[in-house]
């Protein structure tokens, strides 16, 4: 559920600004005491639906249509479907950040603090503590607004012969 509240705290930070879609490259860190990973991928987002790609250092789709969600794990070979019963309302939560420094913000959901970095208004970084006490730290990288996307991306695609959990 986290996952979700962070992709919908990254599309309300950038639907703020009133954009019809938004593409960036990313890389997520995850740190703990003894370990740090590192994901890249990219992301598409519009208003009411998304593609979230992981490309290293393993291939996973997410893609979201409303409230519905299909993650596509190529390591497991297997597709998850979900819903999202309630779906948090971060824009408003994005509204009420408060801005702790200059470009800083700090929002709260669900009792876990959001830090949004801005660079020439535009969301450049998101950093929390998840629930396993690892420090998170979402970077995006060649930011594009309003470009013409193929809607077909936001259309699942996975070999026939994985396994489907619902």
């Excluded at 639907?15 to 890389?27: G, L, R, V």
Aim: include cysteine; charge should be positive.
């Amino acid at each position: 559920m986290k996952f979700f509240a962070l992709l919908s705290l990254i599309c309300s930070l950038i639907f703020a600004f009133d954009y019809e879609n938004y593409t960036s490259e990313f890389i997520q860190s995850v740190s703990s005491k003894n370990s740090k990973f590192e994901y890249k991928g990219h992301f598409i987002l519009e208003k009411d639906r998304a593609f979230w790609s992981y490309e290293s250092p393993s291939k996973k789709e997410i893609y979201i249509n409303k409230n519905e969600i299909v993650i596509v794990e190529h390591d497991l070979e297997q597709v998850s479907f979900a819903r999202l019963e309630k779906i948090p309302n971060l824009n408003v939560i994005f509204k009420q950040a408060k801005e702790i420094s200059p470009n800083k913000f700090k929002a709260r959901y669900e009792n876990v603090d959001y830090f949004i970095t801005l660079f020439n208004d535009e969301v450049k970084s998101i950093q929390y503590i998840d629930e396993f006490e690892n420090k998170v730290l979402i970077t995006l990288h060649k930011p594009q607004k309003n470009t013409k996307i193929n809607p077909q991306v936001f259309k699942p695609k996975f070999p026939q012969n994985y396994d489907i959990l619902r």
